[in-house]
């Protein structure tokens, strides 16, 4: 008795099958076989299709050497097309605004919080309300 290994298979790859013939059977034979039109065998015929498999190039590039933000650019390598972006065109420029945003708001806090401090010391020392501790 033998056994035949078993081939493992990987989860995402198509393997191919062995090729399968069909057979049609022959009609019966019967009293009146010269009324009877001959049957036809019919044979799948499977040509041979090589998988193809495209060929990726991944590009690692930084936004802005200000901003820090990485760019991983999937590159098909026969067309030289974009297949992937992460971050998308899109999300960067949402970054970017944001970014803008935030700047703008942290200038805008710089010069207010010297302001209103400066203003306060000014304010708290006229203001007591006549009470002296």
């Keep these: 008795m033998t056994v035949d290994p078993v081939q493992a298979s990987s989860a995402g790859i198509e ?9 049609v059977a022959s009609p ?3 009293a009146a076989s010269g009324n009877i039109p001959k ?3 019919a044979t799948a015929q499977s040509a041979f299709v ?3 498999i ?3 190039e991944v590009k690692v590039q930084l936004d802005t050497a200000e901003d820090g933000i990485v760019i991983y650019q999937v590159l098909d390598k026969q067309s030289g097309n974009l297949v992937l972006q992460v971050p998308s065109a899109e999300q960067l420029r949402g970054i970017h605004q944001t970014l ?3 700047q ?7 010069v ?3 302001d209103a401090a400066s203003a306060a010391v000014v304010k708290g020392e006229g203001n007591n309300h006549g009470s002296k501790l």
């Design 15 to 23: 393997r191919q099958t062995p090729e399968k013939k069909v057979h």
């Design 28 to 30: 019966p034979p019967s």
């Design 39 to 41: 049957t036809e065998i």
């Design 50 to 52: 090589p998988l193809i």
């Design 54 to 56: 495209p060929e990726h």
């Design 100 to 102: 803008e945003l935030l």
């Design 104 to 110: 703008q708001i942290a200038s805008r806090g710089n």
């Design 112 to 114: 207010s919080t010297s």
